[in-house]
């Protein structure tokens, strides 16, 4: 398999803003999917704008944030290795919703009238599913670092995934159970109304019954709204599950801990990446998630250097430790980086021309990349990507390899 190791720079200083390029003149009413050709600077050097979407404000701000972010420090990497490849950044806001987010996308594609566009995001599944449709006709190369479900690159031949699919982390989920020996008695708690938590639990639950799980209760709720889990965690309780699994995000995730200790009911918690994030919520006791086990592809506590690297730049410019949401839009950038390395009359390409030869890199199935979220990371055509979760365990407030 032939193989692209991602390349790191030592830049000596840091500046989180929008850096800029230059691009030539556009057509006053360019078709969907067009432009003019990759702009190319004196040297040689050919600059691609990066169009980011995800939510930086709203309920889920922490995923949206983490991956502009992490995206941004990579960006200004690439940018200082002085390379053949050169991008300009900017990320607009979809608090979430599938509506914003069109509207994000749209005002991406004015920004980027004079110049050919990628799509970096969505960052959640249910704003994607529906901008994913929207650039697989209008011809945009879309790479998600965080938007899990299998509809998000369903029929979609220019649409690829970082994060783990939704059924593969139920099915790690279960296996993981089940080979560690954790618990005899199971229940489920998940969102009936989110695509991600939904694909999630179902894998889970179809591996359970194949391994022969005692699966006890399937518990949902309607939406992340929901303040109250009570009657969930009494079906919980009542039922004997000593071991409850939470497809869930960081927000309900916090008030079922916390609702669990009043109840007095204490089973093993083990929830996927869209939990990762909770320890860094604000007024959360982290006692609260003490024990809990968690599936992520990243840990700021790694000691290799690329993370280390990372991990000192992010804190540096934001004061926290960076989570798997971050450290996915930093690969992000350069899976697309490397990919563009290996694309031959880039600087002539529109943005459909570009999608097309992107699309067919990344779906070789020969096209891998070293990342902070995993080595010999590849492609299906399909879109969705081939890598290894890590598990992790909350012990004194802090993730600890389990």
């Known amino acids: 398999m032939k193989k692209r190791v991602i390349a790191l720079a030592m830049a000596s200083a840091m500046t989180l803003g929008l850096l800029s390029g230059c691009g030539g003149k556009a057509d006053p009413t360019p078709t969907p999917g067009t432009s003019t050709p990759v702009s190319q600077g004196n040297d040689g050097a050919v600059t691609i704008k990066i169009g980011?979407?995800?939510?930086?404000?709203?309920?889920?701000?922490?995923?949206?944030?983490?991956?502009?972010?992490?995206?941004?420090?990579?960006?200004?990497?690439?940018?200082?290795?002085?390379?053949?490849?050169?991008?300009?950044?900017?990320?607009?806001?979809?608090?979430?919703?599938?509506?914003?987010?069109?509207?994000?996308?749209?005002?991406?594609?004015?920004?980027?009238?004079?110049?050919?566009?990628?799509?970096?995001?969505?960052?959640?599944?249910?704003?994607?599913?529906?901008?994913?449709?929207?650039?697989?006709?209008?011809?945009?190369?879309?790479?998600?670092?965080?938007?899990?479900?299998?509809?998000?690159?369903?029929?979609?031949?220019?649409?690829?995934?970082?994060?783990?699919?939704?059924?593969?982390?139920?099915?790690?989920?279960?296996?993981?159970?089940?080979?560690?020996?954790?618990g005899t008695k199971y229940a489920v708690i998940y969102n009936n109304g989110d695509a991600y938590s939904t694909g999630i639990a179902e894998a889970f639950l179809a591996k359970a019954k194949e391994l022969n799980m005692d699966v006890v209760t399937t518990q949902t709720y309607p939406?992340?709204?929901?303040?109250?889990?009570?009657?969930?965690?009494?079906?919980c309780k009542?039922?004997?599950?000593?071991?409850?699994?939470?497809p869930i995000y960081y927000t309900p995730?916090?008030?079922?801990?916390?609702?669990?200790?009043?109840?007095?009911?204490?089973?093993?918690?083990?929830?996927?990446?869209?939990?990762?994030?909770?320890?860094?919520?604000e007024g959360f006791d982290k006692s609260l998630a003490e024990g809990l086990l968690l599936m992520t592809p990243f840990s700021a506590g790694a000691e290799d250097e690329r993370t280390v690297n990372f991990v000192s730049k992010f804190q540096e410019a934001h004061g926290i430790l960076p989570n798997q949401f971050a450290a996915d839009g930093y690969d992000c950038m350069y899976a697309i980086?490397?990919?563009?390395?290996?694309?031959?009359?880039?600087?002539?390409?529109?943005?459909?021309?570009?999608?097309?030869?992107?699309?067919?890199?990344?779906?070789?199935?020969?096209?891998?990349?070293?990342?902070?979220?995993?080595?010999?990371?590849?492609?299906?055509?399909?879109?969705?990507i081939s890598k290894s979760p890590l598990i992790f365990k909350v012990e004194n407030g802090v993730y600890v390899d389990a």
């Open 52 to 182: 980011g979407i995800g939510p930086i404000t709203g309920d889920v701000a922490q995923y949206g944030t983490a991956t502009q972010w992490g995206a941004e420090i990579a960006v200004e990497e690439i940018n200082a290795l002085g390379g053949p490849i050169r991008f300009d950044f900017k990320y607009e806001d979809d608090t979430g919703s599938a509506d914003t987010a069109v509207s994000a996308y749209n005002n991406l594609k004015d920004w980027a009238k004079d110049a050919p566009l990628v799509i970096y995001g969505t960052t959640t599944t249910t704003p994607c599913i529906t901008v994913a449709s929207e650039t697989n006709a209008d011809r945009y190369f879309q790479l998600t670092p965080s938007a899990s479900s299998p509809e998000v690159v369903a029929g979609k031949d220019n649409v690829f995934q970082m994060c783990f699919t939704d059924p593969y982390l139920g099915t790690a989920g279960a296996e993981y159970l089940k080979d560690k020996g954790l």
């Open 223 to 235: 939406d992340d709204e929901t303040a109250d889990y009570t009657v969930q965690l009494t079906a």
């Open 238 to 246: 009542d039922a004997g599950a000593d071991v409850v699994f939470l």
């Open 253 to 281: 995730a916090s008030l079922i801990l916390n609702q669990a200790k009043q109840m007095d009911y204490a089973p093993l918690f083990i929830g996927g990446d869209g939990m990762d994030g909770i320890l860094d919520m």
């Open 337 to 384: 980086y490397e990919a563009c390395q290996q694309i031959d009359g880039i600087a002539d390409m529109d943005s459909a021309q570009l999608c097309d030869a992107l699309s067919q890199v990344f779906g070789s199935g020969t096209f891998a990349v070293d990342g902070l979220t995993g080595k010999d990371m590849t492609w299906l055509s399909t879109g969705e």
